[in-house]
């Protein structure tokens, strides 16, 4: 049976959850078109998060990896369509790392395209009545680093298990228990937020069982 991975980064920046961790582990289990889910949550540190999906990946040899991470103050589910070779925090990841003007891998690809069906997941979800777009950038905290270590990861590693996966990054908005004391922040529910993800993960699902 083929698997999906999804992963999901723990809670950061003072914040006491992080809705893709949440969501992301309620898919673990799930058979989806002949599609097994495996969930996972992952560091919000710079170096750490690749290492840990790297290990999954080399074990599971997974048919496609979802990332999904939090985009506080986005107004619905954003797919990033590329990952760019740039750390550039604003501020310290769970570890105190704040990297500046930073290569993800020196002297790797200046970026990665996604290589999910990105659009059709969007379309998908919008077909559900919940708020989603394309998105150009997935900004340059870990969640980009995460996703473009991911994306060359695969493209060179030249290890059977990790050749020929697809690969892509989901960010969600708030939960509305983030922002209760935000004035004027969009949120989305809980329900919504997992309806997408499973959205995403029947779309990548009919894909990969092609």
Same mark, same amino acid.
């Given at each position: 049976m083929k698997t999906i991975l999804v992963t999901g980064f723990d809670a950061f920046g003072g914040?006491?959850?992080?809705p893709a961790s949440r969501c992301a582990l309620k898919l673990d289990g799930r058979?989806?078109?002949?599609?097994?889910?495996v969930a996972i949550e992952v560091p919000t540190v710079f170096g750490e998060a690749p290492k840990v999906v790297e290990k999954a990946v080399r074990e599971l040899g997974p048919a496609?990896?979802?990332?999904?991470?939090q985009a506080g103050g986005a107004a619905g589910i954003r797919v990033e369509r590329v990952a760019v070779n740039l !750390? !550039?925090?604003?501020?310290? !990841?769970?570890?105190?790392?704040c990297p500046v003007d930073s290569p993800v891998v020196p002297g790797?690809?200046?970026?990665?395209?996604?290589?999910?069906?990105t659009r059709t997941i969007v379309e998908e979800i919008r077909k559900a009545g919940i708020p989603a777009f394309l998105s150009y950038s997935a900004g340059t905290f870990v969640c980009n680093h995460l996703f473009y270590a991911t994306c060359h990861f695969v493209a060179t590693s030249g290890v059977p298990p990790c050749q020929h996966v697809r690969?892509?990054?989901v960010h969600v908005p708030y939960l509305p228990e983030q922002v209760v004391n935000k004035p004027n922040v969009p949120s989305m529910s809980e329900s919504e937020i997992l309806r997408a993800l499973d959205i995403?993960?029947?779309?990548?699902?009919?894909?990969v069982a092609k």
């Open positions: 914040e006491q959850v992080n058979v989806v078109a002949g599609v097994r889910v496609a990896v979802i990332e999904v991470g !750390d !550039d925090a604003r501020g310290p !990841d769970n570890e105190g790392n790797g690809p200046v970026a990665y395209w996604a290589t999910l069906p690969v892509g990054f995403a993960v029947e779309v990548t699902a009919a894909e």
